[in-house]
């Protein structure tokens, strides 16, 4: 479970995140979305302690993120986290992207390390592209390979991080797929969207993000049918 | 006294033109090791270490070499530790070449896109496995033709070391001596230029080969 507690964070005078509350259960898919700058991006660099935090709490399954004694290394293998773009290592093909860590970090064999790459590689379609480099792939191609990475490690969450808005319109569908794929069989997921017709169908919660703040948070029926807010409304009338 | 170009002077031109090749091996080895650590230190989120180090990258390119290699030379002499001309020299020219590799390692490293670094830590890899495994293969083929450039560069700079009478005689003071003797400045200095062109030539095909061999070229980050 994840529980953020009143979380706090600036750059110089830019007050990003200003007091964020929100808990993840485990087996939940919790949506965040709202407009460009509202800190959404932020939070889920602050979750896995890849940005720190000026005030309050992150805890994943009890441990404080933020904490001087917390292995943030040892941490991280529980989070796995995808980003917009530049995720994967152009150096590496697409086997060795996903095997590096397990060697790595996870200590594997190169045999277990390259089996359980190409198992994951697989499972999310790239089973012809396990020796291409990423600059031989599609944009497409290379999130899921960014999602196999992440997945390989066996995480307890996964962070997504508006992993689609990159993409040219036609490869978004691909990478959605394995997503609900990964909802159906009970990750927890953190997925900042700008895809609400996704976040409708797969999240259990959404939550909307204005000026560093949850503005609204509810059920993916409450908040995008039936918005309370002003401020909610007028963000889903432009995006919808 | 034989005042004609012969054989031997072609042997004494070949020799020079290998210890060129000495010296700019010898110094860029050790001047890029330096300049790595340098760029690298300067790569930390420390303001004070990037300023520190950021002066001597300053003063090592702004004073010419050719006065480094004086003042150096006569700074060693004067502290009672006079040092071989040819040893100072080596030492001159890596801690020249290192102030400019230092920033071009610097680049490197800031090349490598932040988002990049945050997956690698992300998978829960530690600050030294990420900049061995995924900032030092990047950046190395974002900075490898800056790089050969420099050591380029370098070859021809090792000429200076004849103000201060080193010996052996590198390329250039080599032609000199046999100039002072032949007097056809102009057919010797050109042989120079061959030399100095083939060895030259030598390195950025090297290089070639190797960008490509490596996909240097085709590979983009994405």
């Given at each position: 479970m994840i529980k953020i507690k009143d979380v706090h964070k600036s750059y110089g005078d830019l007050k990003v995140l200003d007091g964020i509350d929100l808990e993840v259960n485990n087996g939940e898919v919790v949506c965040l979305v709202g407009a460009s700058g509202s800190g959404k991006s932020t939070l889920l660099l602050c979750v896995n302690a890849l940005e720190g935090i000026d005030k309050g709490e992150v805890l994943v399954d009890e441990i404080s993120v933020h904490d001087k004694n917390t292995n943030q290394?040892?941490?991280?293998?529980?989070?796995?986290?995808?980003?917009?773009?530049?995720?994967?290592?152009?150096?590496?093909?697409?086997?060795?992207?996903?095997?590096?860590?397990?060697?790595?970090?996870?200590?594997?064999?190169?045999?277990?390390?390259?089996?359980?790459?190409?198992?994951?590689?697989?499972?999310?379609?790239?089973?012809?592209?396990?020796?291409?480099?990423?600059?031989?792939?599609?944009g497409g191609q290379q999130q899921r390979l960014a999602i196999a990475r992440a997945l390989a490690m066996s995480p307890s969450y996964l962070l997504l991080d508006e992993i689609t808005s990159a993409l040219d319109p036609e490869l978004v569908g691909e990478v959605l797929d394995t997503l609900r794929m990964l909802a159906d069989e009970g990750m927890t997921m953190i997925v900042v969207t700008h895809e609400i017709p996704f976040a409708r169908e797969v999240a259990n919660r959404v939550a909307f993000f204005h000026e560093g703040k949850i503005h609204e948070i509810g059920s993916p029926k409450d908040l995008i049918s039936n918005p309370k807010k002003i401020r909610t409304k007028e963000f889903l009338s432009k995006i919808l | 006294m034989n005042y004609s170009f012969t054989l031997n002077d072609l042997l004494f031109m070949s020799q020079g033109a290998l210890i060129t090749f000495v010296l700019t091996i010898s110094s860029g080895i050790i001047g890029t090791f330096i300049g790595f650590f340098i760029g690298w230190a300067r790569s930390s989120s420390s303001k004070i270490i990037f300023y520190l180090l950021g002066i001597y990258i300053d003063i090592i390119r702004s004073v010419p070499l050719i006065l480094q290699f004086v003042l150096f030379n006569s700074f060693m002499a004067i502290a009672g530790y006079p040092m071989d001309p040819f040893l100072s020299g080596i030492l001159t020219l890596s801690v020249y070449i290192s102030g400019y590799v230092a920033e071009v390692i610097l680049a490197g490293i800031n090349s490598v896109p932040k988002v990049t670094r945050n997956s690698s830590r992300g998978l829960g890899m530690t600050y030294l496995q990420d900049f061995i495994f995924i900032v030092i293969p990047i950046g190395f083929k974002n900075i490898f033709p800056s790089w050969t450039g420099l050591m380029l560069g370098l070859m021809k700079d090792t000429s200076l070391i004849a103000v201060m009478g080193a010996t052996p005689p590198e390329l250039l003071r080599s032609s000199q001596i046999i100039i002072n003797r032949v007097h056809e400045p102009i057919l010797i200095l050109l042989g120079a230029g061959v030399f100095y062109y083939v060895m030259c030539y030598l390195i950025t095909y090297l290089a070639e080969k190797y960008e490509e061999k490596n996909h240097i070229k085709s590979m983009e980050i994405r």
């Open positions: 290394n040892e941490l991280r293998k529980k989070l796995g986290i995808v980003f917009q773009q530049f995720n994967t290592f152009p150096h590496l093909t697409a086997l060795n992207n996903v095997s590096l860590a397990l060697k790595l970090v996870l200590k594997m064999s190169k045999k277990e390390s390259n089996d359980l790459a190409e198992e994951h590689l697989i499972k999310v379609g790239l089973k012809e592209k396990l020796n291409h480099y990423p600059s031989e792939l599609s | -």
